[in-house]
């Protein structure tokens, strides 16, 4: 028996619905921002990432999918959204258009991570960049567009956690107080953590060993390192939020796991879904296009990840869309009639009507017992009788009246199960 690869998923049309409502309301809301599609490819230069997301980050030294294709060039399957993105717009020459520029994704992304509860190796985001848009206002207004998101899709009991972690100006005090802070613990650090520690003592700190964790919970704290253009920033933050009646917490453990990041850093956190419980992690990256070769343009976002949205909605006992069910379901006896139900399903699926007939050479009985079973809202029989007269019966399966059509009239047959 082949099976599918560890840490991946198969989802079974029982639980698509909620996928394609979970993505469909995500597709709404984002417009309703101002926010356009864009789709890059799955996999991407080695080196985008490495430069992009840092090559000293989790992502990029131990959880990254990277193969040689036939000539020997490094791709990595896409393990996040943003480098892409930026990418794209640097690359199709789109970084002068009018500003914002703002623009979402859902795609899958791929990382070698250990499979557990909300974690998966192949995972689904959806995602938001803005990009032109330096004033912490665009930083509330992304914040507002995950909120939005998370309240349509009925997710109670969601935290919105917050953090500033200062720009280039202010960056470097508080790494020298990390390296102070992390050299006392050196030799107890992991391996890897050891070496961070000259190249970017910031990522110790979301390190997923327990003893570099618990030694990173005592660590200097980014805030207290603030330069005053980034503590007016986080202010306004604040005060945007406020103004918006979005609520959270200001939350100095919050550093992010990619190296993108300037300034505003936020989660949404739902701790009922368990360990892995950050539902939504985003940020200002205002160097990253200038880092990957192209001009000076602040940008901001999120990727919210679906398992875990879906994960939350469950737990918040959301109801789930139904599975659409047939408007008409055409019962047949014979060739001549299951020539006619074909021809009329035809005709009403034409009109986008949902419509189903026999496929299998059920008998009338189990074709009615199909009908039942695919919830279908009228019937109709067709047998020699009917082909012979030309007319038969609708039947409400909801309240079982009955009416007479020609069954030659498809725009009756229509209007009757509308
Ligand atoms: P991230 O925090 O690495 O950020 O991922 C965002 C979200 O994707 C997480 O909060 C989580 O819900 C989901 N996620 C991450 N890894 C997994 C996994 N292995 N299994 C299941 N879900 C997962 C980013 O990816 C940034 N690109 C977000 C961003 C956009 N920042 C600015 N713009």
């Not at 055409?330 to 074909?342: R, T």
Request: neutral net charge; glycine residues 8%.
């Amino acid at each position: 028996m082949i099976q599918k690869p560890r840490g991946t998923m198969d989802i079974l049309p029982d639980e698509v619905g909620i996928w394609q409502h979970v993505e469909k309301t995500a597709r709404e809301v984002a417009e309703l921002f101002g926010f356009r599609e864009i789709r890059t490819p799955a996999f991407e230069a080695t080196e985008l990432f490495q430069r992009g997301v840092g090559d000293t980050t989790d992502v990029v030294q131990k959880e990254m999918y990277t193969f040689a294709d036939k000539e020997g060039r490094s791709y990595t399957l896409r393990p996040e959204g943003t480098a892409s993105v930026v990418r794209a717009l640097i690359e199709n020459g789109k970084c002068s258009n009018l500003m914002p520029q703002k623009l979402y994704y859902l795609i899958n992304c791929f990382r070698y991570e250990k499979p557990q509860a909300g974690r998966s190796r192949e995972f689904f985001q959806f995602g938001t960049e803005m990009f032109g848009a330096a004033d912490a206002s665009a930083d509330a207004d992304i914040i507002a567009l995950a909120n939005t998101l998370l309240m349509r899709l009925g997710v109670s009991d969601i935290h919105l956690h917050i953090n500033s972690i200062g720009c280039p100006e202010c960056r470097p005090n508080h790494r020298q107080a990390l390296k102070d802070y992390f050299a006392s613990y050196k030799d107890d650090l992991c391996e890897t953590c050891r070496e961070r520690l000259d190249k970017n003592p910031m990522r110790i700190l979301d390190c997923k060993s327990p003893v570099c964790s618990e030694i990173a919970k005592g660590a200097p704290k980014t805030l207290d390192y603030l330069c005053p253009e980034c503590t007016s920033h986080f202010d306004k933050l604040k005060a945007t939020l406020d103004a918006m009646g979005i609520e959270y917490t200001i939350d100095a453990n919050i550093v992010r796991g990619l190296d993108y990041y300037t300034r505003t850093v936020f989660e949404f956190i739902a701790p009922v879904i368990g360990a892995q419980s950050t539902v939504c992690g985003g940020g200002r990256y205002d160097g990253l296009m200038k880092e990957l070769g192209g001009p000076q343009l602040p940008g901001i976002g999120f990727a919210m990840g679906l398992t875990r949205v879906i994960l939350a909605m469950k737990s918040s006992k959301v109801a789930l869309p139904q599975a659409p069910s047939p408007r008409l379901y055409i019962a047949s006896m014979g060739d001549k009639a299951q020539k006619k139900a074909a021809e009329i399903v035809s005709r009403l699926r034409t009109d986008g009507i949902f419509a189903e007939y026999d496929l299998v050479g059920r008998s009338l009985k189990a074709q009615m017992k199909y009908a039942d079973r695919q919830n279908a809202r009228f019937t109709l029989i067709i047998g020699d009788c009917e082909i012979e007269s030309g007319r038969a019966v609708i039947k409400d399966m909801q309240n079982s009246e009955q009416s007479e059509i020609a069954l030659n009239d498809t725009a009756a047959i229509a209007k009757a199960v509308l």
